[in-house]
């Protein structure tokens, strides 16, 4: 049984959920302690508890601690079997997210997954990005991955709803295809139309002053659901950026803001962006591959001595790059 402590300030969902994935994976029972210690609001959220319950669904795990606040779960894990599961948080818990805890599980037996919650929740990649950036990686190194959003749900009220189906399989080494020019989605519900029209046009506006590429942009406005809100995601390759839209902040702001920091990313030197550097490690670690970035992140660091705690490798070089490799 290894313990595992929750409690650093960055990445205190993100070591739970990793552990719980890695403790499936490795049929290593696992104890998560002084879980988000350190946070405003400690302990566990709805949208943790879920994540927790995607992964032993996946891999027929018994877990104690399962309530929210609670400082402390343990995850004793089963056989990873074919399951398809239905997760609810009943809130705009991120479903980004949960569907990472629970991917690299389900890879291994196939299966699908519905999760409620948020599409686009700050602090989280959207499901955007998940598909745009996230699994293309995973896709090109061989896994089959279907993303489907049934609804959009935006924070903070939530209401999306997102149907991902896996083939089991094992994937060759993570490695990184050059990207050939940008993509960006622009979405909304419960807005005028003309939101994502402005919103899209800013972005691809910004991206071919700056970048030179060309450019294609989806649009993708939906009518009143549960939520109000809007979000883009752009991408280059395996970089990526978003941005969310809030009351008071003009269309052309959400649009430049996602596409000012996607420029960023390209002109920064490595193959990923700072935020799939982290999101990639337990895949490098599986698969093997390498990969690279501009800085070494807190979660990056976080994940990468979680994988040591379970008996995974990961090289990491440090200098004007930071290259991943395992
Ligand atoms: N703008 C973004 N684009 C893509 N990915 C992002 C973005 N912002 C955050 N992420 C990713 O979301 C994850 C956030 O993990 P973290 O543990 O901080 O969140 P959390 O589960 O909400 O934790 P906590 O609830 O303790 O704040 C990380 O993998 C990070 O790379």
Redesign the pocket.
Known sequence: MLTVDGSHL????????LAVALSAISAEPVTVTRI?QN?KNPGL?P??IA?VRAVAGASDAECTGLTPGSREISFTPGRIRQADLAIDPGTAG?I??IV?AWLPVALAAGGSITVSGGTEV?????ID?LEH?FAPVLRRAGASIEITVLDRGYYPRGGGRVRVRVEPSRPAPIAIPEGEGCGIVSSSAGLPAHVVERQATAARDLLNRELDLPCTAVLDPRGGGASVGSSVTAWSGAK???ALGRRGLPAEEVGRTAAR?LAGECRSPGTV???????LLVYLALYGGEYSTHTL?M?AK??GSLLSEFGYAIRCEKNDIVRFSA
Do not use: K, M, N
Request: no cysteine.
């Open positions: 960055e990445g205190g969902g993100q070591i739970l959920r988000r946070r959220a949208q943790h994540a991120s980004p997210l990472q700050p602090w989280s990649p959207t990005y950036v990526g950026a978003v920091e962006d700072v935020h799939l550097a982290d999101q992140s979660h976080t994940a």
